[in-house]
Structure formats: structure tokens, C-alpha cells
């Protein structure tokens, strides 16, 4: 859904249910100004899609001064909002309340099979094909040379995830709007978008479908002292009729993600996507466990409030069931 002027709402499609123990509460957003000389437009991807782990409890986006702006969801289920921008400063702020579970990735999920891709969903076969940023193709050789002994499935996943945390250096700042998966492989260093290509694509090689992700990560019970917030970029692989979250940047399993967009590369997972001459000025992002009712969309920024960015994790008592 796409709200303006800031009106905080509690989405029907959104609803708790009984069957996950939400017991912690996120707040995630993220602030956008764009400088326009003439004539311009945006896509944007700022609204968590539906997930297994996290439910949005409050949502709020401000578009501006009312700017023109419609809604739509695109063919990987994304809930995107067009805006037509003005002249001059436009400021945008998306702020949400979200429910989640103290579990790690992939909790309550036991990998299967891979499904042969002649027995895949139509919609799931696209995301085994090489992308702009996912040129599998010029990958197949380096993958079966590193990862063709390896048992196919979740086992190759992991181990294509463990090589690229551990070969591929992480740099913050260092990321380039043209590089793809295979520039990333020759270079050998980039952030975490390239990580997320780089993973994608090895995976395609061996026609597992994978999906490149964009959404908010608070560090819950995982200590960032350099205090990133960002965007965070991963990938999803399909097993057995499942989507697997597999995260190379960190290698590790993470409490509290929250998927925005995916696509098969950063071209459907942008958070932003500009047409015209529009340029981002400001740039600000949030995601950090709160306790619940003591924030509220639209309240100032308070980072002494947050309870993660430790190794300890802090629950609650779990969310009730939303009234219809």
C-alpha cells in the first residue's frame, strides 16, 4: 500500500496471526530528499513485502507536499509507489512498526531437494536465467571448478555463501552502479549488493533459482561498532518449494530481517529507481529493536531507546492477534 502525508495505518494483509510468536519489536525507515532541476519521477521500494519472520504492525510514508503519486504491485510481488516529483526539494520519509520473531534466518525450515527446472513454478524459472548484474553465464566454469564436487542443494548454497564471505573482501563505500557479479569475482572486493550478485549468480550456474533481496537488518544480538545503517542487500535460494535466505556479506544467521524488494538483480531491487534529472541529497536509513509501545511512526529518530546492538537478545511477551 502507498499512504501520504504521513498517515500511520495498520495493514489488513499485514495482521499478526497465531501461528509465529512475534515476541520483538523493529523500527525501520529511512528519510529521502531529491534535488529536481526539471522534470522527474520515481519508483520506490520502501514498504516491507509479506514474510514469514515480520509483520508490520504501523506504517507511515510522506510523500513530499502531497506529491502525485499511484500504486501497484510489480511481477515479484513488490508493493511499488510511483511519484512524480516537482521542481526543487522533494523530502520523502518512510517510518514503520514491525513485529518480528527472536529467530534466526530460515528458522522452521528444513532444506529438500532442488526441484529439476523442468518441474519448477513458471514464475520461479526466470530467476535460474543470467541477469544484468547475475551474468551466470560467464560464471559456469569457476563454479563447477570451486563447487562441482559438492552436494547439490543446500550444501552447495552454503558452500558458495562460505567462499565469498571468506574470498571476497568487504568495503564499505566502495560499491559502483555497473559492476556485475563476474566484475566482482576480477576485482575481489565490493559491498553488500556485490556479495548478493556474486552469490546469485553462482547459485544460477547450477539452475538452483536465486533472487537478489534489498531490505533492513537491525543488529539483533550482533554488535556493529562502526553503528552501518543501511539498506542491506542478500539473496534467497528456491529449494524444495521454499526460499532460503543465504547471506555471504555475513555468513551467518541474523534475527530481525526484513525483506523490502526482490528481483533478480538490483535493477527490480532498488529501493529508488530515478527517472529524470533528480538527485539524491540526503540519505538516511534506521532499523533497530525498540520495546514495544514506546515509539511511534513519526516519532524523532532516539537511538538510546534501542535494545540490539549487542550480543545479549532481548524479547517480549509475544504480539496478540490483530482485531479483523
Not at 556479495?195 to 550482533?222: C, E, K, S
Not at 555475513?250 to 527490480?268: E, L, Y
Amino acid at each position: 500500500m502507498c499512504y501520504a502525508k504521513g498517515m500511520a495505518v495498520s495493514s489488513t494483509q499485514d495482521r499478526l496471526n497465531t501461528s509465529r510468536q512475534f515476541d520483538m519489536t523493529v523500527r525501520i525507515g529511512c528519510s529521502l530528499s531529491y534535488e529536481v532541476t526539471g522534470s522527474a519521477s520515481l519508483l520506490l521500494n520502501l514498504q516491507p513485502r509479506l514474510g514469514r519472520h515480520h509483520a508490520v504492525v504501523f506504517q507511515a510514508l510522506t510523500l513530499g507536499d502531497d506529491l502525485p503519486h499511484k500504486k501497484f504491485t510489480d511481477s515479484h510481488g513488490n508493493r511499488v509507489c510511483q511519484v512524480r516529483l516537482s521542481p526543487g526539494t522533494n523530502s520523502l520519509r518512510h517510518d514503520a512498526i514491525v513485529a518480528v520473531i527472536a529467530q534466526p534466518d530460515n528458522a522452521g525450515l528444513v532444506p529438500s531437494p532442488p526441484v529439476a527446472p523442468d518441474e519448477l513454478p513458471p514464475e520461479i524459472l526466470r530467476y535460474t536465467l543470467p541477469s544484468r548484474y547475475c551474468d551466470s553465464d560467464k560464471l559456469a566454469n569457476f563454479a563447477w571448478e570451486k563447487f562441482g564436487t559438492v552436494e547439490h542443494g543446500w550444501p552447495r548454497v552454503q558452500a558458495i555463501s562460505q567462499w565469498v564471505h571468506d574470498n571476497i573482501e568487504y568495503r564499505y563505500l566502495s560499491g559502483r552502479p555497473d559492476l556485475s557479479a563476474w566484475d566482482i569475482l576480477q576485482r575481489g572486493y565490493g559491498v553488500c549488493r556485490d556479495f548478493a550478485h556474486l552469490a546469485v549468480a553462482l547459485n544460477r550456474t547450477f539452475n538452483l533459482p536465486a533472487r537478489y533481496v534489498t531490505g533492513h537488518m537491525p543488529d539483533i544480538g550482533w554488535p556493529d561498532p562502526e553503528n552501518h545503517m543501511d539498506f542491506h542487500a542478500y539473496a534467497e535460494v528456491y529449494l524444495g518449494g521454499e526460499w532460503f535466505t543465504t547471506d555471504a556479506r555475513f555468513h551467518k544467521p541474523r534475527i530481525g530481517r526484513i525483506d523490502i524488494v526482490c528481483g533478480q538483480d538490483a535493477v527490480d531491487g532498488a529501493f529508488s529507481t530515478i527517472f529524470g534529472g533528480a538527485t539524491l541529497t540526503h540519505f538516511e536509513v534506521w532499523a533497530y529493536q525498540v520495546a514495544r509501545g514506546t515509539v511511534g511512526v513519526g516519532d524523532p529518530l532516539d537511538f538510546s531507546q534501542r535494545l540490539d546492538n549487542q550480543w545479549t537478545v532481548t524479547t517480549e511477551a509475544p504480539y496478540a492477534v490483530a482485531p479483523a
